[in-house]
């Protein structure tokens, strides 16, 4: 915690008003959602872009095939031009499943865009009361960022409705075990994941509590009272369909920001980068090297290749909960402790 | 109290570098011309028109080190970027400002030229010159390069804006701020942050999805940049794009809808953009903002 981010924090509450005007607690150790046993609820909700019924329907058979039963949303099958409904629609739909006792967890239906535009509108007090898990990746970065931030709570990175496949009975392997570790984590085992070693990696050993998610979505946040604070954590990125350049300048503004220098370990999930518009426009630079050059000299292990982001092999990752992370040249491997 | 270097008189030098992309010699010779017909030297840096093989106009060393030169030299009153694109992110720690300071001059440019203009007027309370670069030099006649011209020989600035739909009335006060939105998003939290409280604020952009800028906007709001403004100015947004399932909402819509809470004047597609109509813009410096209805003035 340094006090440049309290600051931001507290001038963030005092602001804007209704929405932040609580005080803002600062967690050493995010709390831990109940896990979820057999015949818990499970509730579906867009907080962010526009998703029908029938693109839910195998994550909503798969999860009942697994012992939940599953509340669907309003918001489910709304639509607002691209998003999941207005945005009232959108917070009344997060806020009931907050509030409802008898919902143990939140699935974000899809990502896209949407979730910034409702988080501080939404009351948090019943949910930091009584926490459940909240499910999803991408533009729902921010709420795992939020609950972090400010209110101290666990939450769950992991793939939404829409990557769940159609027949369930036909999904490729890493799809299976990239679904199954959503069923994994909200029942309560310990996360262990094994990571090819790739020879860009800096080997060592770090503890920390586990914090990031997309990087232009924590970009998009930075200022706000919902920014990251990354000191003595393990802070894992992903993203899709950025240029190298931005990616670039996105580790700068972590690093010029101060997120990158006290870190206990970094984490580079998947990366789908834009091709360069032309050949003469060529960057320079891979991600390996952009990333390299922008922690030089800091001590703490780095993995590249972590089968997190837009992509099959996207495990569920507990955001907010501690992690140990050993890097060796021949094995890579996270293990929650 | 903003410093403002000292303006330019026939004879002065004016120092022609690219901190960020590669821009090909030919493309700034129409510049290199005017400015000479100006009544102005120009010292042309060695990253215009480099052998660089990628899209930086010369390594990060090559950029910083020409800049540098250049803010040190006592015989060059102004710097002029030959182009943005990017790159002046992975420099802008790497400079010296500290005899700038004691003798500022003027930095002219625009788009990733915003993280330096921003970063000296944070850090150093000096005022720069949001202006096209050297590739606008190519259009014949050009009154925004007439205006770069006038700025740098002292005029105050005055502009006419059209009167847009949405636009909110109002008068303002206060020194203006911004630039390009993307890179003023991508300074915050940085040592090269601005704060806007009492400032008018402008800002454009140029080849962002729709979505991203609502994003931004949102960044802005929830970082306090919005309000407490003195008030907005909204430039062009050019070559944007929507997303497959279109957004619903033009660009100024969204902007007009991020801030219609508050009540400070608003005006929109004012003469600063990404396209051939962009005005030289005094940065950090005191403005009166007028958004009338039948007309709308910024007036140093």
């Known amino acids: 915690m340094n006090r440049k981010n309290f600051l931001a924090a507290v001038s963030g509450a005092a602001i804007t008003g209704p929405a932040w005007s609580h005080t803002p607690v600062l967690p050493a150790d995010p709390r831990i959602p109940p896990y979820l046993s057999l015949g818990d609820t499970i509730g579906i909700t867009s907080c962010a872009g526009y998703i029908t019924l029938q693109e839910i329907q195998p994550a909503f058979q798969l999860m009942q095939d697994w012992g939940f039963r599953i509340a669907i949303g309003d918001t489910i099958g709304k639509r607002d031009h691209t998003f999941g409904g207005t945005d009232e629609e959108r917070r009344a739909d997060m806020q009931r499943m907050l509030d409802d006792p008898s919902i143990k967890a939140i699935m974000c239906a899809r990502g896209g865009y949407g979730a910034v535009r409702i988080i501080d509108s939404l009351d948090f007090s019943t949910f930091v009361a009584h926490p459940k898990w909240v499910i999803g990746f991408s533009d729902i970065t921010v709420i795992h960022a939020q609950l972090n931030r400010i209110y101290g709570v666990a939450s769950l990175h992991a793939k939404m409705c829409n990557s769940f496949p159609n027949d369930w009975s036909k999904a490729e392997p890493e799809q299976a075990a990239t679904i199954l570790s959503i069923r994994q984590a909200l029942t309560g085992e310990k996360m262990q994941y094994t990571v090819v070693p790739h020879p860009a990696n800096h080997p060592g050993i770090a503890e920390g509590t586990l914090v990031g998610g997309n990087l232009k979505t924590l970009e998009s946040i930075a200022g706000s009272p919902s920014a990251l604070t990354t000191d003595g954590k393990i802070l894992f990125v992903e993203d899709t369909g950025e240029y190298l350049y931005s990616i670039d300048r996105m580790f700068w503004g972590l690093k010029r920001s101060g997120r990158l220098g006290n870190l206990s370990g970094l984490i580079i999930g998947g990366f789908r980068i834009k091709p360069d518009d032309s050949p003469d426009e060529a960057f320079g630079k891979n991600l390996q090297e952009i990333i390299l050059e922008k922690i030089s000299g800091y001590p703490y292990p780095v993995c590249f290749d972590f089968p997190v982001g837009h992509q099959k092999n996207n495990y569920a990752l507990k955001c907010g909960v501690r992690h140990r992370l050993q890097v060796a040249p021949d094995a890579v491997t996270l293990i929650e402790i | ?300």
Not at chain 2, 15 to 21: E, M, Y
Not at chain 2, 102 to 114: A, C, L, N, R
Not at chain 2, 189 to 200: E, F, L, M, P, Q
Request: proline share 4%; with cysteine.
């Open chain 2, 1 to 300: 109290m903003t410093k403002r270097p000292p303006y330019l008189q026939p004879g002065d030098t004016i120092g022609l570098t690219c901190p960020a992309g590669y821009l090909p010699a030919e493309r700034a010779q129409d510049c290199i011309n005017t400015l000479h017909n100006w009544g102005y030297n120009v010292m042309v840096g060695k990253t215009l028109g480099s052998d660089s093989a990628t899209y930086f106009s010369g390594t990060d060393e090559a950029r910083a080190d020409e800049l540098q030169a250049m803010l040190d030299d006592d015989s060059i009153s102004a710097i002029l970027c030959g182009r943005g694109g990017y790159g002046i992110s992975r420099i802008i720690d790497k400079m010296d400002f500290s005899r700038f300071r004691k003798k500022p001059k003027w930095i002219i440019g625009f788009s990733d030229v915003t993280v330096l203009l921003q970063h000296v007027f944070v850090n150093y309370a000096i005022a720069g010159l949001h202006a096209p670069m050297a590739g606008a030099f190519a259009v014949a006649e050009n009154p925004c390069v007439a205006s770069i011209r006038e700025a740098l020989a002292g005029t105050k600035i005055r502009l006419e804006a059209p009167v847009h739909t949405l636009n909110r009335r109002g008068e303002a006060v206060g020194e203006l701020v911004g630039g390009n939105l993307t890179l003023m998003t991508h300074l915050i939290g940085t040592a090269s942050d601005v704060k806007t409280k009492g400032r008018i604020l402008f800002i454009e952009d140029v080849g962002e999805l729709l979505y991203k800028i609502d994003r931004m906007m949102m960044q802005l709001k929830r970082g306090g940049k919005l309000d407490r403004l003195a008030a907005l100015i909204v430039g062009g947004f050019s070559d944007l794009s929507d997303t497959d399932r279109p957004y619903g909402k033009t660009v100024y819509e969204i902007i007009r809808d991020a801030v219609a809470e508050y009540d400070y004047p608003v005006c929109f597609d004012f003469p600063v953009s990404h396209t051939d109509v962009n005005y030289a813009l005094k940065l950090g410096i005191g403005y009166k903002l007028k958004v009338g209805k039948h007309k709308v003035t910024l007036e140093e």
